[in-house]
């Protein structure tokens, strides 16, 4: 399984940013999706996921109102809209994927991962 994100950039403060992740070897339509993104020092934080047996969404609170999480089963891609992108946002952002129904904030439950994609924020 192979996943690959794009969309990544430098933005403003109040920007928006789409990024995307096309899975190859494995569906989106049996795998729960989850985007996590780092900066460097600090652990892996959990920003959004949805589920591929109920479609559920659930988002960090740090992002809640501001990011979208989404997919596209014909597409074989899973989307993450951010609104109103703070300085704070700006971290390495990866796409995950989960063969669980349920959309965990823990990173181990993925068993796949992308190589990441850059987005920072300026003020």
């Known amino acids: 399984v192979q996943l690959v994100e794009s969309g990544g950039g430098l933005v403003q403060t109040g920007d928006s940013l789409r990024l995307s992740c096309a899975a190859s070897?494995?569906?989106?339509?049996?795998?729960?999706g989850g985007w996590f993104r780092q900066v460097p020092g600090k652990e892996r934080e959990f920003i959004a996921a949805?589920?591929?047996?109920?479609?559920?969404?659930r988002y960090s609170d740090s992002v809640k109102g501001r990011f979208t999480i989404s997919r596209d089963n014909a597409k074989n891609t899973v989307y993450l809209q951010m609104n109103s992108l703070k300085v704070e946002d700006t971290a390495v952002y990866y796409c995950?994927?989960?063969?669980?129904?349920?959309?965990?904030?823990?990173?181990?439950?993925?068993?796949?991962w992308g190589q990441g994609t850059q987005v920072t924020v300026s003020s």
């Open positions: 995950a994927a989960s063969v669980y129904c349920s959309g965990s904030s823990n990173s181990r439950t993925y068993a796949y």
């Open positions: 070897g494995r569906t989106f339509s049996s795998s729960t």
């Open positions: 949805i589920s591929w047996c109920d479609d559920n969404t």
